[in-house]
């Protein structure tokens, strides 16, 4: 399917994928950015923001199968592929599927297997189920950035979680969390940068180093005084880390 997204600039391409809680908004600071001397686009994945699709039709294989049609429509060569959270591990299943279309990889709060969330994703599912999401993003979201997150950033999360459609934030939810990538880890054959903050409750630290030891050559950069949203929260540090990746 086409997904939604922005493209600004020219030159090598810079494709960034969000979280299961957000859309491609999230992406702004990087947009403004990276848009002088490359071509940065910042998409909505399957069923999220702006990209309608059936719930039903959401696994990683589709995400990442968007993203390399996406890809292919604006950019003639590989990409840059820049992914938080849900949008590492789509990066990561984008490498598996089209490595033709990966020139380098930059992993923000990503993992390969995080054994807490799979254990608990009966428990997040029914608690989906329970209530709404507007409900549910205000009791979640401020506890995903870190302590020192601007009240207004705070509110714009919740409410990029709470628009979302129930039926494919509650499927996205439940294909993230089951997701292993310790098989794809290592035969990445790209530059990655894998990057966590250091406040990361959703993705601790330890997950994002442990991907990056399974990755053949990956440097682990850790932010510091961030949380999850770390290129919301603290954009010149995340900004600067990717610039010397793409350098």
């Not at 709470?162 to 039926?167: H, Q, Y």
């Amino acid at each position: 399917m086409r997904l939604a997204h922005d493209a600004v600039g020219s030159g090598e391409a810079v494709v960034f994928l969000h979280g299961v809680g957000s859309d491609r908004r999230t992406w702004a600071p990087q947009l403004a950015a990276f848009a002088p001397g490359h071509l940065a686009v910042a998409a909505d994945c399957r069923g999220h923001g702006g990209s309608r699709a059936a719930a039903g039709s959401i696994s990683m294989a589709t995400f990442a199968a968007d993203v390399a049609e996406l890809i292919e429509e604006l950019w003639a060569g590989p990409a840059h592929v820049c992914g938080l959270s849900m949008g590492a591990l789509i990066g990561l299943q984008l490498w598996a599927d089209r490595p033709d279309l990966v020139r380098s990889l930059v992993l923000a709060a990503g993992w390969a297997h995080h054994p807490a969330a799979a254990a608990g994703l009966d428990a997040r599912l029914a608690a989906i189920d329970a209530t709404s999401l507007p409900v549910l993003a205000r009791q979640r979201m401020p506890a995903v950035l870190g302590p020192t997150a601007a009240p207004d950033l705070v509110e714009r999360a919740v409410a990029a979680m709470a628009g979302k459609d129930p039926a494919c934030y509650r499927r996205s939810n439940q294909v993230l969390w089951a997701t292993d990538m310790r098989g794809v880890a290592p035969n990445v054959r790209v530059p990655t940068l894998v990057l966590v903050g250091e406040l990361d409750t959703v993705t601790p630290p330890a997950l994002s180093a442990e991907l990056a030891a399974l990755i053949p050559g990956a440097r682990l950069e850790v932010l510091a005084g961030t949380g999850h949203l770390a290129n919301e929260e603290n954009p010149a540090a995340f900004n600067a880390a990717l610039r010397r990746h793409l350098g």
